[in-house]
């Protein structure tokens, strides 16, 4: 996963949103992108990070459907940010849809990873 984030210029996450959070796929697909990042910690605006393995940044659109509450979208927009945080994105936008199918399309231009479940 880390060689991959390493070489797209965009992530597309799509999700149900669970609780404000991503469903336990997508979960997982973060949880094995922590090789983007070096071993190491280094403290960066008062808080312990893993410093970044590559030079290349990218973009992160998360699309999350599903009933969600305001709270929920509340959580699930602090959660992508501290995803962003945490994987040195560029930015991240999240997007609500009340079902997958209200997505459409989310290729944007450039190399993009797309993880979905």
Known sequence: MG??????????????CLYGGYSPFV???LNRSIPYLLPYFSVRNGETRHPGRYAGRFDCD???????TAREKETAQKLAQRNSLNLLMRKVN????DAADDIGRIAPEGN????SA
Do not use: E, P
Not at 62 to 68: A, S
Not at 112 to 115: I, K, S, T, V
């Open 3 to 16: 060689l991959l984030l390493a070489h797209c210029d965009h992530l597309a996450l799509v999700s149900q």
């Open 27 to 29: 979960s997982n697909v």
């Open 62 to 68: 998360v699309h999350l459907y599903g009933k969600i």
């Open 94 to 97: 999240v997007h609500f849809y």
């Open 112 to 115: 993009c990873l797309r993880a």
